[in-house]
């Protein structure tokens, strides 16, 4: 991604969701969604979750004929390739509070899925927790900072 402003496009070329602010600025479009190929590479035998049947699993709901699984936009994950072609994934710089903001242009189905177990004890990569917030458009404009958006989940009944 390369930055506020970058939209995210349909296989028509519809625009469907928009980054309005990024605080980290380092994120990855290259690695595909893990699934049962690749689990089957590391040595795998039988079922085991992964991102793309998780997907599949909540959406049945949503889409019970046809799901399609698009490759994922990996928020705050820090992959770099080399001159001589190695791809690495290595530590992000994000810190507690950094934050992004989409606009979503249609309606969309968004999901935020981590990786499931085993991927990451391979990658020594650590889960954290995750805020995630739907505005209004009435609503986001005077939140663009991270005291306002980064509050976290409010219990029942307070504010």
């Not at 605080?23 to 085991?48: F, N, P």
């Amino acid at each position: 991604m390369s930055g506020p402003g970058e939209s995210f496009h349909t296989n028509h070329r519809r625009p469907i969701l928009q980054l309005i602010a990024d605080t980290c600025g380092v994120h990855d479009l290259l690695t595909a969604a893990c699934d049962e190929h690749r689990y089957r590479l590391y040595g795998v035998q039988g079922d085991h979750p992964s991102c793309v049947g998780n997907l599949r699993q909540v959406m049945r709901a949503h889409v019970p004929d046809r799901i399609y699984v698009p490759q994922p936009v990996n928020l705050f994950m820090n992959v770099t390739v080399f001159p001589d072609g190695r791809v690495e994934t290595g530590v992000n710089p994000s810190k507690p509070g950094d934050f992004v903001v989409f606009k979503a242009w249609i309606d969309c189905i968004c999901r935020n899925l981590r990786l499931p177990a085993g991927i990451q004890s391979r990658r020594r990569l650590v889960s954290q927790r995750l805020h995630v917030a739907i505005y209004e458009a009435a609503e986001l404009e005077p939140r663009f900072d991270a005291s306002t958006i980064n509050q976290g989940p409010q219990e029942e009944g307070k504010s």
